[in-house]
């Protein structure tokens, strides 16, 4: 076997190009560390594919945030090691928006308010922002089939035509914010969303939004990754792989019964770092 086909088969070829049983998202040995140098995220690796729900859980602070906002291009976030892949292409040098022009798309846990600013209008400029970038040039999405598309996503995941015409985020409810988040993502039609739903706040009905928003969208044209200190949203959608994440650190993977073995016992199991 040459060396060259056993790194394909291995996922690992550098550079863009067809790979043999490349994931859409890949994930290789990622190093992140803040901006006084901590490491943060210890070398992880994960592969998400469309057509895919992977949970990541873990305990307050294992750095599951830092991880999405990685992801994402956050500048406060140094990649020191490893790679992101997305259909092949390294996404490190990208910034931000052209991550997302890829189809990369990323919940915030807390959404910021955008007063004067509704949600039509945003959705529209993030809308037009990522057909600029794809056909390099403006190319703003014709106002009857952008009010069409709207009402139609806002249709089909119940949220109230009420809220097309407010402020975003401003004076919303929890449940509200995450409603247009979900939102946001079926307008947006992003290849792999990332939804850090982490650690608190989130009621049952929010839940319950977003995992409808989840189930409904995820299909041969969206992946997902889910970030999660509890097993409550896992409830209402069902992973397909369950990554348990301990101290910057992927320490188990399974189905989804692994995020039942949690709920029961905890992530004391892992040690002292899990506590
Ligand atoms: P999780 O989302 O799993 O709760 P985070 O990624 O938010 O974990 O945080 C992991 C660690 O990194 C924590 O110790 C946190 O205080 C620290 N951290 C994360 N982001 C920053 C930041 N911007 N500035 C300083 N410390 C940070
Ligand atoms: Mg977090």
Excluded: C
Excluded at 29 to 39: F, K, Y
Excluded at 191 to 196: C, G, R, S
């Amino acid at each position: 076997m040459s060396l060259d086909l056993a790194q394909a088969l291995a996922g690992h070829v550098p550079g863009p190009g067809p790979v043999l049983t490349m994931a859409l998202l890949e994930i290789n040995n990622l190093h992140v560390a803040l901006e006084d140098g901590t490491e943060i995220v210890k070398g992880v690796d994960l592969a998400v594919d469309q057509n895919e729900i992977h949970a990541i859980m873990g305990p307050n602070g294992s750095g599951k945030s830092t991880l999405a906002y990685a992801l994402m291009g956050h500048p406060a976030y140094q990649i020191t090691e490893g790679e992101i892949l997305f259909g092949g292409e390294d996404l490190v040098p990208l910034a931000a928006d052209e991550r997302a022009q890829r189809g990369l798309f990323l919940a915030f846990q807390y959404p910021h308010a955008v007063p004067g600013v509704t949600v039509t209008s945003f959705l529209r400029s993030a809308i037009n922002a990522i057909r600029k970038a794809r056909a390099g040039e403006d190319d703003p999405v014709p106002i009857p089939q952008f009010r069409k598309e709207l009402f139609a996503a806002m249709d089909r995941l119940k949220v109230s035509r009420e809220l097309a015409s407010r402020y975003l985020n401003d004076g919303f409810s929890g449940g509200e914010k995450k409603r247009v988040e979900i939102l946001q993502m079926a307008m947006l039609n992003p290849k792999i969303a990332v939804l850090d739903e982490t650690d608190s706040g989130l009621d049952i009905d929010a839940l319950r939004i977003v995992a409808r928003g989840v189930k409904e969208l995820v299909g041969p044209e969206m992946g997902a990754l889910v970030i999660t200190h509890y097993q409550r949203i896992l409830n209402y959608v069902t992973p397909d792989y369950v990554h348990v994440f301990i101290d910057g650190r992927i320490v188990e993977e399974g189905g989804p019964e692994l995020a039942h073995t949690l709920e029961a016992e905890g992530y004391e199991r892992y040690g002292k770092a899990a506590a």
